[in-house]
């Protein structure tokens, strides 16, 4: 199956590159933090926050530009549709890891530790 004439969708690309990011990029800043501030073992609230923030707009970006690659790549028959696949999925389990932390974080502060 020759497809040299087909161009990947640019969507579906974008989004399995913001499915793969935000992870990477999480990991190697906590250990940054954690090398740079392991003496005081302390917490910056204002970085933590941040980091969900950017961590949640990438995944609802990335699972829409999935949606929109999967659509881009059936109606102008473009490459790249198991890129956006990968990329929603991989968004979505993303998601589910997220919404579990941030339950688990609230219910450890409202348990009065």
Do not use: Q
Request: one cysteine or more.
């Amino acid at each position: 199956m020759n497809d040299s004439g087909k161009t990947n969708s640019k969507a579906a690309v974008a989004a399995f590159i913001l499915a793969i990011a935000p992870p990477a990029l999480f990991l190697i800043l906590e250990f940054l933090d954690l090398f740079i501030h392991w003496h005081s073992w302390g917490y910056n609230e204002t970085y933590a926050y941040s980091l969900i923030l950017c961590g949640a707009l990438s995944i609802l970006i990335g699972i829409v530009l999935s949606i929109v690659g999967l659509i881009n790549c059936s109606r102008h028959n473009l490459k790249g549709r198991g890129l956006a696949i990968a990329g929603l999925i991989i968004c979505i389990l993303e998601l589910i890891v997220a919404v579990i932390a941030v339950a688990i974080a609230v219910m450890y502060n409202l348990g009065g530790r």
